[in-house]
């Protein structure tokens, strides 16, 4: 399978405290991207990372991606209770994306 | 407003019935995207299409069928031939496969 693992499959933290998830995988790909979930709802793209690049930055939001690990990590700084939320990696393939089973972020007021 | 819109929000559907779920985009994408969600998984493809009249089965594609007559419009249809079909459906887009997926509000298909 493409889809690769993400870690840890729930995390429970403090607000303002950091939140770290990981990825990996298991084949080349061309980027990979974080996307958000809210209980019931659609995904939300959070960052693109380029398989060139190593670290991307928007916001609170910082992503690492180790080629030679295959490998990368999201780390949200300062957390919320609105960061609350499943969040996703998903890796480019040939032709399409291919998701992992999610982190459960819950973020404690 | 440009997004991606899926109808309806909710859908209850009884055994051996076949169900169309809606997904219309404004967004000009050339590539829209099916998945399937089931409680506390990720998201699995079930059909894609990278260009009108033309689609491609993903990973769970059986039980399942798609059309792309418009560039806008990806309607999916759960057959009866669809063993376990009560999930969490999304519809995506995007403007290729390697950039960004804009993703509906999703529907909530229980069978009866």
């Known amino acids: 399978s493409q889809q690769g693992e993400e870690d840890p499959q729930a995390l429970s933290i403090q607000e303002g405290e950091n939140a770290t998830m990981n990825c990996s995988y298991k084949t080349s790909i061309n980027n990979l991207q974080w996307y958000r979930q809210n209980s019931g709802r659609g995904l939300v793209h959070l960052i693109l990372i380029r398989s060139n690049e190593r670290e991307k930055h928007s916001g609170r939001l910082r992503v690492t991606l180790d080629t030679s690990k295959k490998s990368s990590s999201l780390l949200i700084t300062a957390s919320r209770a609105a960061d609350t939320a499943s969040y996703f990696c998903?890796?480019?393939?040939?032709?399409?994306?291919?998701f992992g089973t999610g982190t459960r972020l819950t973020v404690i007021p | 407003d440009g997004g991606i819109t899926q109808s309806p929000k909710y859908l209850f559907r009884k055994e051996g019935q076949n169900v169309t779920l809606s997904c219309e985009q404004n967004?000009?994408?050339?590539?829209m995207y099916w998945y399937r969600q089931d409680p506390g998984q990720g998201l699995r493809l079930i059909y894609y299409?990278?260009?009108?009249?033309?689609?491609q089965k993903g990973d769970i594609a059986e039980g399942y069928s798609v059309s792309r007559e418009k560039k806008e419009s990806f309607p999916l249809t759960v057959t009866s031939a669809q063993k376990n079909p009560t999930a969490f459906y999304l519809c995506a887009s995007s403007i290729d496969y390697v950039k960004e997926q804009f993703f509906g509000p999703g529907t909530r298909l229980t069978v009866l």
């Open positions: 967004l000009n994408h050339d590539a």
């Open positions: 998903a890796k480019s393939g040939a032709n399409n994306l291919f």
């Open positions: 299409s990278q260009i009108v009249n033309d689609f």
